[in-house]
C-alpha cells in the first residue's frame, strides 16, 4: 500500500482551474517533494490530500483511506502544516501544544517537542508575541504532535533564518528515521535537494516531471560544461571530434565545451595533446536549478508573472 | 526503505471528554485574556444598574403589589444586555476571526471537529453570562433593594430561551459577515438597534409606534418584555416566546446554510 496515492486530480474554482491533473504516489517511509513556482497547484494538491478541499475529479487516498470519508481515521494518522494559519493568538505555545495533542489518541510528549522545535525558551509566551519563525517552528510541532505515519508539510521553512531552517531539517530527517512518510511542498530547491527521495514538478497545474533528484537533473538532458582559459589563439577543431563534446564556444581566452559521459578527462588528454596549455579547468555539472528551469522555461524562483498561491 | 508487512489498523478515535475540556479551556482563557470584550458584557450591565440604583428606581410601581421599577424593567433590561452582548457581540468576532486567521482550517486537519470550537465557545459564553448576571443581581439584591423573580423558572426558562435567541442571532452575524472586523461591527449595530427599540435607552413607550412594536417583538425587546412577567410573577406572552424562539430558529437556519469553515 502506499502512503498517499493521488490519481488523476482535477481541482477547479468557478472558471479557474487550479490543478489540471496530478497523479503520484508516494511509498512509505519516503520524503517526496513537490516544487513548483507560486501558483502552480502546490497548495491546491496538498489541500485536496489533507481532506480540506475536494477533488473537481479524480482521487485521492491516504493510507488506501479517503480523507472525505474515511476523515476520521485519516486525522488520527496524518499530520498538516498549513501554509499561512494562524493559531488561537492569546495561548501560549505550551497551551495550544497541550491543546492539539488532547485530540489526538496517541502522540508526542508536548515538552519534548516544543524542545526538538526550539521553542523551550518562549513555551510561556503567546502566539501573538512569537516571531514569524518561531510560529512557523509551532506549526511545524503542530504538525507532528500526534506522532502521524504520514505528514504533510507546506513551505515548512518560510521565514526561517539559516540556522532555524537546518534545525527543521533535522527534525524532518529525523522523521525519516522513524519512518514517517513526508510529503513536502517548497519553492526552496536546497530544501528539496537535501531531504527529498524523489520530487514532482508541478508547473501550471500540472507533473511535467516526476524523479529523484539526481535523476531529474540527468533527465533534463542538460550535460555537463567544461571551461577552460587560453593563452593566444584556439583552434577548436582539438576538441571538435571527440566523441564527448556536443559544442564548444570561444569568447576571448575563455573556453566552454558542453557534453556528457567522461567530458573533463576526453578534454584535459586533448588538450595535452594538442600542446595546449589550459588554466582554471572547471567542470560544472547541471544542478536542480538548471534542470528545473530547463523543464520549465522559467526560473524557481521567477513569480513576475504568476499569481498569489491559494 | 521498509515496507512494513503488517500494518497498524487505523482506527477512528474520536476526542474525548479530555479533549472537550481542554478546548472549553482554550475559549476561556481566549475571552479572560481579550480585556476589552470583558468590559462590556460585565462591566456595562452594572454602570447601568448603578445609574438606575441611584436615580431612585427602587420606587414601588403602582397597582403592582409593591414590585419597584428596578425589579420590573432595569434587572431585566440588565439580564438582557448581557446576554445579548455575549451572543451577539463577543462571540461572532471570536469566530469571525478563527475563520479568518485559519484557526477553523488548521483544527479541520485533526481529529477535532471545528464544529467543537463553536460549542466550546457557546459553552464560554454561557458562564460568561450567568456570571455578568450574578455580578449584577448581587448588586442589585444588596445594595438597591431588588428580590428574586416572582416566578423563578420562569424566569430561568425565558432566560435559556433569550440564550438561544441571542447566541443565534450571533451565528447568524458570524455567518454573514466577511470579516472579524465587520462582525464586530455589525453586531454592535444589531446589538444598539434591538436595544434602542427593545427598551435599552429608556421606556419603549416614548419611542413611535411603529418603532415600539418592532422592538418588542425583536430578541431584546421581547426578552426584556418576558422576564420582566417572570420577575412581577405575571405569564409571560406567548408572541413574546414566539419571537425569541423565531430569532432562534432563523438565526440557526441562516447560519448552517451561510457559514463558512475557511
Not at chain 1, 497548495?43 to 470519508?69: K, Q
Not at chain 1, 593566444?232 to 581566452?253: I, K
Not at chain 2, 430561568?156 to 443565534?168: D, E, S
Not at chain 2, 438597534?193 to 412594536?213: H, I, K, N, V, Y
Request: overall charge negative; proline content about 4%; glycine content about 10%.
Amino acid at each position: 500500500m502506499q502512503a498517499i496515492e493521488v490519481n488523476e486530480l482535477h481541482k477547479r474554482y468557478g472558471s479557474t482551474v487550479a490543478v489540471h491533473d496530478v497523479s503520484l504516489s508516494v511509498r512509505q517511509g519516503e520524503i517526496f517533494g513537490i516544487l513548483g513556482r507560486n501558483g502552480a497547484g502546490k497548495s491546491t494538491t496538498v489541500e485536496c490530500v489533507a481532506g480540506l478541499l475536494r477533488p473537481t475529479s479524480g482521487t485521492v487516498r491516504v493510507l488506501g483511506l479517503d480523507p472525505h470519508r474515511d476523515r476520521d481515521r485519516v486525522r488520527q494518522v496524518l499530520g498538516v502544516q498549513l501554509q499561512s494559519s494562524d493559531l488561537h493568538n492569546a495561548l501560549t505555545v505550551r497551551e495550544l501544544v497541550r491543546l492539539y495533542r488532547s485530540f489526538y489518541g496517541d502522540g508526542a510528549d508536548p515538552d519534548e517537542l516544543i524542545d526538538r522545535v526550539g521553542l523551550t525558551s518562549r513555551r510561556d509566551h503567546r502566539f501573538e508575541n512569537l516571531s514569524g519563525g518561531q510560529q512557523q517552528r509551532l506549526s511545524v510541532a503542530l504538525a507532528l504532535v500526534g506522532n502521524p505515519r504520514v505528514a504533510l508539510l507546506d513551505e515548512l521553512t518560510t521565514g526561517l533564518d539559516p540556522q532555524a531552517r537546518r534545525d527543521i531539517w533535522a527534525l524532518v530527517e529525523d522523521l525519516r528515521s522513524d519512518g514517517v512518510t513526508v510529503l513536502l511542498v517548497s519553492h526552496l530547491m536546497e530544501e528539496i535537494e537535501r531531504l527529498c527521495d524523489r520530487i514532482a514538478i508541478i508547473d501550471a497545474g500540472r507533473i511535467i516531471a516526476l524523479d529523484t533528484p539526481a535523476g531529474l537533473v540527468s533527465g533534463a538532458g542538460l550535460g555537463q560544461r567544461v571551461r577552460f582559459q587560453v593563452n593566444g589563439p584556439f583552434d577548436q577543431a582539438v576538441l571538435d571530434r571527440l566523441p564527448e563534446v556536443t559544442s564548444v564556444r570561444v569568447e576571448g581566452g575563455q573556453v566552454t565545451v558542453r557534453g556528457d559521459g567522461d567530458l573533463l578527462q576526453s578534454v584535459s588528454r586533448a588538450l595535452v595533446h594538442g600542446n595546449i596549455i589550459a588554466t582554471e579547468t572547471r567542470l560544472e555539472r547541471p544542478n536542480l536549478d538548471d534542470a528545473f528551469l530547463a523543464l520549465t522555461g522559467r526560473a524557481l524562483n521567477d513569480d513576475a508573472t504568476t499569481e498569489d498561491s491559494r | 526503505m521498509t515496507t512494513p508487512t503488517t500494518q497498524p489498523e487505523i482506527t477512528a478515535r474520536p476526542p474525548g471528554f479530555g479533549a472537550w475540556m481542554a478546548l472549553v479551556l482554550a475559549e476561556s482563557k481566549m475571552v479572560m485574556r481579550d480585556t476589552a470584550g470583558l468590559l462590556i458584557p460585565i462591566g456595562l450591565p452594572m454602570l447601568l444598574l448603578v445609574m438606575h440604583g441611584i436615580s431612585m428606581d427602587n420606587q414601588v410601581l403602582p397597582g403592582t403589589d409593591g414590585l419597584t421599577v428596578m425589579e420590573v424593567f432595569v434587572l431585566p433590561l440588565v439580564i438582557t444586555m448581557v446576554v445579548a452582548t455575549v451572543g451577539v457581540v463577543n462571540m461572532p468576532s471570536f469566530l469571525s476571526y478563527y475563520r479568518r486567521s485559519g484557526v477553523l482550517r488548521r483544527l479541520a486537519v485533526t481529529p477535532m471537529k471545528p464544529m467543537m470550537i463553536l460549542v466550546a465557545q457557546a459553552v464560554v459564553s454561557v458562564i460568561q453570562s450567568v456570571i455578568g448576571i450574578a455580578l449584577a443581581l448581587t448588586l442589585a439584591l444588596a445594595a438597591f433593594g431588588g428580590n428574586l423573580p416572582r416566578s423563578p423558572l420562569v424566569a430561568l426558562g425565558v432566560f435559556a430561551l433569550t440564550m438561544f435567541a441571542m447566541y443565534a442571532v450571533g451565528m447568524l452575524v458570524a455567518a454573514l459577515a466577511p470579516t472579524a472586523n465587520s462582525s464586530v461591527a455589525i453586531g454592535l449595530v444589531l446589538f444598539f438597534a434591538m436595544g434602542a427599540t427593545g427598551g435599552m435607552f429608556g421606556s419603549r413607550e416614548a419611542l413611535p409606534d411603529l418603532m415600539a412594536t418592532i422592538g418588542e417583538f425583536l430578541p431584546f425587546g421581547a426578552a426584556a418584555e418576558a422576564l420582566g412577567a417572570a420577575w412581577a410573577g405575571q405569564s409571560v406572552e406567548t408572541t413574546h416566546i414566539l419571537s425569541l424562539l423565531g430569532a432562534t430558529l432563523i438565526g440557526s437556519l441562516v447560519a448552517a446554510k451561510f457559514f463558512r469553515w475557511q
